[in-house]
């Protein structure tokens, strides 16, 4: 996901104040990390590499989907190299 975000007044100055500290390199890593943060206070998603990987799975089949192909079993895709 792109965006483009604009700050003014306190969240400006305090991603300011993240980079001029050196807790992160650029405002957008401040905000990433605020964002990480968020999670790790509330416990938005319980396992985030699981949902990534859920993620990408949904994609991928949407894609074959789309292309009208389909997943093949253990043996066919393993049989020309037997």
């Known amino acids: 996901m792109r965006t483009t975000l ?3 007044g306190a969240p400006e100055i305090i991603l300011d104040k993240a980079v001029e500290l050196g807790l992160a390199r650029s405002k957008t890593e401040a905000i990433r990390m605020g964002i990480f943060a968020l999670n790790k206070e509330y416990n938005l998603v319980k396992d985030l ?3 990534l990987v859920g993620r990408k799975i949904e994609a ?5 989907e789309r292309n009208g192909l389909k997943y093949i079993d253990k043996d066919k895709a393993l049989a020309k190299y037997r």
């Open 6 to 8: 604009e700050f003014e």
């Open 49 to 51: 590499e699981l949902e």
């Open 60 to 64: 991928e089949k949407a894609e074959m």
